[in-house]
């Protein structure tokens, strides 16, 4: 089999099959993470630009070690080194950045379907890497390769997600990915982060943590998204610990050999407390190695997949 797509732009426009397909390639690029060189030939002369016009870690510092891995060049541009603060359009910057022809580009952006604009107007293959409140598919990737890898599959399982489920892309994308492999997804937040009509994603809604965790094999707490709320949509950082914070005594609830996900930054404390953040279960850093190999894994991939755009 050969993956069809351009772009990896969401959750959404993968099929089963291109998740197990993505996953499976991302299991193989694990050994290569664990060599003394941690590097092979297979992107040798192909350029990478990572866009990033939000902050990034985790994520922009995985992409790139994945690409390095793979022996591309990586160029990386931020909003504050980009002609947009000079009032160019994000049209514009892309399209002159297609004129040096980048194989691959890698955008974070705050607006909902930036990615999905950008991969229309350009022939170089996009890969979102966060698009304001829409998508996160290499997130949800990763994250279901660390459940599969765990677990030993993925169909069946109760996914209890915690958390700002509102603001949060990567919910949405894990939503998404989770059900279309089979599993059963439960959230749960306070009522004000709870969108209205998140259930039409595929998912049941728990009216608190003590349910939504009750026998569960994964359970993935979120950060509360304080950049991206309007307004304070809880009274106080100590009510929200006490009424959807992860203590061990909840974790309790959920089955005995069930795994704590978290994709980052953690406010310990918080959504989570330090002893189940640290403890046995927590397969929180696990979820930042395999981000590697699975981006290395989408480069991969991508690299070869039909090359299109809409000039229009």
């Given at each position: 089999?050969?993956?069809e797509?351009?772009?990896?732009?969401?959750?959404?426009s993968?099929?089963?099959?291109d998740?197990?397909m993505?996953?499976?390639?991302?299991?193989?690029?694990?050994e290569?993470?664990?060599?003394?060189?941690?590097?092979?030939?297979?992107?040798?002369?192909?350029?990478?630009?990572?866009?990033?016009?939000e902050?990034?870690?985790?994520?922009?510092?995985?992409?790139?070690?994945?690409?390095?891995?793979?022996?591309?060049?990586?160029?990386?541009?931020?909003?504050?080194?980009?002609?947009?603060?000079?009032?160019?359009?994000?049209?514009?910057?892309?399209?002159?950045?297609?004129?040096?022809?980048?194989?691959?580009?890698?955008?974070?952006?705050?607006?909902?379907?930036?990615?999905?604009?950008?991969?229309?107007?350009?022939?170089?293959?996009?890969?979102?890497?966060?698009?304001?409140?829409?998508?996160?598919?290499?997130?949800?990737?990763?994250?279901?390769?660390?459940?599969?890898?765990?677990?030993?599959?993925?169909?069946?399982?109760?996914?209890?997600?915690?958390?700002?489920?509102?603001?949060?892309?990567?919910?949405?994308s894990?939503?998404?990915?989770?059900?279309?492999?089979?599993?059963?997804?439960?959230?749960?937040?306070?009522?004000?982060?709870?969108?209205?009509?998140?259930?039409?994603?595929?998912?049941?809604?728990?009216?608190?943590?003590?349910?939504c965790?009750?026998?569960?094999?994964?359970?993935?707490?979120?950060?509360?998204?304080?950049?991206?709320?309007?307004?304070?949509?809880?009274?106080?950082?100590?009510?929200?610990?006490?009424?959807?914070?992860?203590?061990?005594?909840?974790?309790?609830?959920?089955?005995?050999?069930?795994?704590?996900?978290?994709?980052?930054?953690?406010?310990?404390?918080v959504?989570?407390?330090?002893?189940?953040?640290?403890?046995?279960?927590?397969?929180?850093?696990?979820?930042?190695?395999?981000?590697?190999?699975?981006?290395?894994?989408?480069?991969?991939?991508?690299?070869g997949?039909?090359?299109?755009?809409?000039?229009?």
């Amino acid at each position: 089999m050969r993956f069809e797509h351009k772009d990896l732009l969401d959750i959404s426009s993968l099929s089963p099959q291109d998740i197990t397909m993505i996953l499976d390639t991302a299991e193989g690029m694990k050994e290569i993470n664990k060599r003394p060189v941690k590097k092979v030939p297979t992107l040798r002369g192909k350029t990478i630009v990572l866009f990033f016009q939000e902050p990034s870690t985790r994520t922009k510092l995985s992409f790139d070690i994945a690409a390095k891995r793979l022996s591309a060049d990586v160029i990386s541009i931020s909003t504050g080194s980009s002609s947009i603060v000079k009032g160019e359009t994000l049209i514009d910057t892309v399209k002159n950045l297609e004129s040096m022809s980048p194989d691959i580009i890698v955008m974070r952006h705050s607006s909902s379907g930036a990615a999905q604009l950008i991969a229309r107007k350009l022939a170089p293959s996009v890969v979102n890497a966060g698009d304001g409140l829409h998508a996160h598919p290499t997130q949800s990737l990763l994250d279901m390769m660390t459940v599969r890898e765990k677990k030993g599959k993925i169909e069946g399982l109760k996914i209890a997600i915690i958390g700002d489920i509102a603001h949060s892309r990567v919910a949405r994308s894990n939503i998404n990915g989770f059900t279309k492999m089979g599993a059963t997804v439960n959230v749960t937040a306070p009522g004000t982060m709870i969108p209205k009509g998140i259930e039409t994603l595929g998912c049941h809604v728990a009216p608190d943590i003590e349910s939504c965790v009750e026998d569960a094999d994964v359970v993935m707490m979120l950060r509360i998204q304080k950049e991206r709320q309007e307004n304070i949509l809880f009274p106080s950082e100590r009510e929200y610990a006490s009424l959807f914070g992860l203590t061990r005594e909840r974790l309790a609830r959920a089955r005995m050999d069930a795994i704590v996900m978290h994709p980052g930054p953690m406010n310990r404390g918080v959504e989570i407390a330090n002893i189940v953040a640290d403890g046995e279960r927590s397969v929180i850093l696990e979820q930042v190695t395999n981000g590697v190999a699975l981006r290395m894994a989408v480069f991969y991939l991508v690299a070869g997949g039909k090359k299109y755009a809409d000039k229009d």
